[in-house]
């Protein structure tokens, strides 16, 4: 497969971005590690108020399938309380593909200023074209295995997906000057980050997915080896047939016709059971996914 030649780099700009926002860095971990696992531990059901330890293999296996079968916003009480339950499995390793945009192939999205934000649905800087599409709001909670599964407060997100009709922006023809549907968030006190975008699109040879690498700070998503974790989101299969059944999706409904999780080349080998986002919602009014990551 022929991939289309990169787009040359922007100009350094995440510094700026970084410089506006509040100075608070991994030292929150530090300080939320003992008090704030604790209180999330208070509003786990059956906790009884006791500290969460990590769970088995086969039994956080066991909870992820019953919580993908949930319809729960992605508030950050459902969440982090759920996140509790499944932590002790970190989430698998998978491809960055070939759009990352973070450097590793070509241009590098991370140096943009204005990449901080949590609506991606438009390209910023020289562009401000917007993607098309139903509404999606994700949420990802980190959680910290190596210390008891704190919440990962201070932590970067990096995450970008299609469009709706399945093409990258930076890479694909015609989008090669634009930057939408990509953007970096830090993890708040909840190890949370929520971004706003558009419902992607299904491609050919793969399950409706989001990309997202974890960096450990905002001060170090573009230096290499700090790198937490690199993974995908799976997005629920009955989300993806009503959204593919509405006016825009048509070329995504062709292809999805003919993908299964089960034969993805990334979330084939276990069914995506880590991946597998809790979604709800509706064409009309929009979906909302979560996701716990833990690293």
């Known amino acids: 497969m022929t991939f289309p030649q990169p787009h040359p780099d922007h100009d350094r700009g995440l510094e700026f971005d970084l410089s506006t926002l509040l100075s608070r860095r991994r030292t929150l971990g530090v300080l939320f590690a003992t008090g704030t696992a604790a209180a999330l531990a208070a509003c786990t059901p059956g906790s009884g108020g006791g500290g969460a330890s990590p769970s088995s293999s086969s039994s956080a296996a066991a909870t992820a399938t019953q919580s993908t079968t949930a319809a729960v916003s992605p508030s950050a009480t459902s969440t982090v309380t759920r996140a509790l339950a499944e932590c002790g499995v970190e989430i698998p390793e998978e491809t960055l593909g070939p759009y990352p945009g973070d450097g590793s192939n070509g241009p590098n999205v991370l140096e943009t200023s204005g990449v901080v934000r949590k609506d991606i649905t438009s390209s910023f800087g020289s562009s401000t074209t917007k993607a098309e599409g139903v509404p999606l709001t994700f949420t990802l909670t980190l959680l910290d295995n190596a210390n008891g599964c704190s919440p990962l407060a201070g932590a970067a997100v990096y995450a970008w997906h299609c469009d709706r009709n399945g093409k990258y922006s930076l890479y694909d023809s015609g989008l090669k000057n634009e930057n939408y549907l990509r953007g970096v968030q830090e993890a708040d006190s909840n190890g949370q980050v929520t971004f ?71 979330f084939g080998d276990d069914g995506g059971i880590y991946q597998l986002a809790t979604m709800s919602g509706s064409v009309q009014g929009g979906y909302t996914a979560a996701l716990n990551v833990t690293v």
């Open 196 to 266: 706003t975008t558009v419902y992607p699109g299904a491609y050919s040879g793969r399950w409706p997915h989001i990309h997202f690498e974890v960096f450990e700070s905002m001060s170090n998503t573009s230096a290499a080896g700090q790198v937490l974790a690199v993974s995908q989101i799976a997005l629920a299969e009955a989300a993806c047939k009503d959204v593919y059944g509405s006016p825009g999706y048509e070329s995504s409904a062709r292809n999805f016709a003919r993908s299964t999780l089960a034969g993805d080349n990334v």
